[in-house]
Each structure stands twice: as structure tokens, then as C-alpha cells.
């Protein structure tokens, strides 16, 4: 997020005007598209984070899976490589630190097929993660809890697809079963946090 996109090449990486916007109907789509069952909440969750639509800070190059699955540490625990990049653009970079904090925060499920970094060892909390960020970015995080409960979103509407599959047979393997029931997990969390903020 520090990267100047013009600098390196990338001014024309992406289309940050409306990135936010933009996102929130691309995931309601695929909602759209994977909806098979009745999921109390998630409507409504779509529909407020619509309604508190933050103002983006300037554009960065926004990596789109930011978690912890997604780098390479060295030696020293410090970050070496940030890989996948396949979903990455110009947009929002406190999309990039609301699904981090998402991916940080506890289910409150043990044995979840889905896990976070919530406790282990090293991991900063939620709450350092965002203030980290700020202080070396000089970003303002006040609106995170917005970006944290589209992350919440964003991952039911994940699930809800994976779990939809699961159904008509197309993904088989172990904890596969029990992701439909994550979906309404993530929901609340996201309800939760958008109406923390």
C-alpha cells in the first residue's frame, strides 16, 4: 500500500473510482448466484454496508486475499514474499486490512474447517493489527469496522458457494460437510461488527 501505482507501472492497473461499490454488488451477485437456501441476515447485512458505504481513502494496489496463508516468513518472522496475487487491482487498501483483521479475529468455533489466526502464537490481535497500520501508513482506520464486516460478508458469500457445490456433489473432501454451516457464523460477525462501528 505504500507502493505509488505510477511509479512502478500501474497507474492503469484497475479502475479505483467506485472500487468499494463496485465490490459490494459483484459479491451480492455472486450471492445471487449460489443462493439455494434461506440465510436469515445476509440481505440485510448487504443492504446496510450498502447504506454506510465509506468514503475510500487514495487508491493502492490492493492485493484481495491479504491473510496470513498468503505470505512467506523468514527466519526472523518478518514477511519475505506476499504471494497470490490473482485478485489484485487498484482500489481500497482498508479492504486489504478489514479482511486481515476479519481473518484474525476468533470464530468462537473449535474444529472449524475454516480457520483464523485468532491466538496463535506471535499473531497480533485485531485491535494491533489496525493500529500498526495506521501509525505506519497515517491512514485513517476510524471506518474499519465497515471494511471488517464486508470481509465478513464477502466470506459467507465464499462459503455459501462452496457450500452450494457441496451439495450437488461438485466438491467432495474432508469438512466440506460442515462449511454450510459456517455461512450463518459469518454472517452474524459481520452484523455484529457493522453495527459496532
Do not use: C
Request: no cysteine; proline share 7%; charged share 25%.
Amino acid at each position: 500500500h505504500a507502493v505509488d501505482p505510477d511509479a512502478v507501472g500501474l497507474g492503469d492497473f484497475g479502475r479505483p473510482e467506485g472500487f468499494l461499490d463496485r465490490q459490494l454488488r459483484r459479491w451480492g451477485k455472486q450471492l445471487d448466484a449460489s443462493r439455494n437456501r434461506e440465510l436469515a441476515g445476509i440481505d440485510e447485512l448487504h443492504a446496510a454496508l450498502g447504506r454506510a458505504l465509506p468514503a475510500s481513502p487514495a487508491p493502492t494496489v490492493v492485493h484481495g486475499d491479504y491473510r496470513l496463508d498468503n505470505v512467506l516468513l523468514g527466519p526472523d518472522d518478518r514477511i519475505r514474499a506476499v504471494l497470490d496475487w490473482e485478485m489484485s487491482t487498484l482500489g481500497d487498501p482498508l479492504t486489504d486490512l478489514g479482511l486481515l483483521v476479519m481473518y484474525s479475529s476468533d470464530l468462537g468455533l473449535p474444529r472449524s474447517p475454516v480457520s483464523t489466526t485468532s491466538g496463535a502464537p506471535g499473531h497480533p490481535s485485531p485491535a494491533e493489527l489496525i493500529e500498526r497500520y495506521a501509525a505506519r501508513s497515517g491512514r485513517d482506520t476510524s471506518a474499519l469496522s465497515w471494511y471488517t464486516a464486508f470481509a465478513w460478508f464477502k466470506l459467507a458469500v465464499i462459503l455459501e458457494g462452496i457450500h452450494y457445490r457441496y451439495t450437488l456433489g461438485q466438491t467432495v473432501g474432508a469438512g466440506f460437510d460442515r462449511i454450510g454451516d459456517l455461512v450463518p457464523v459469518f454472517i452474524e460477525h459481520g452484523r455484529t461488527t457493522l453495527q459496532e462501528g
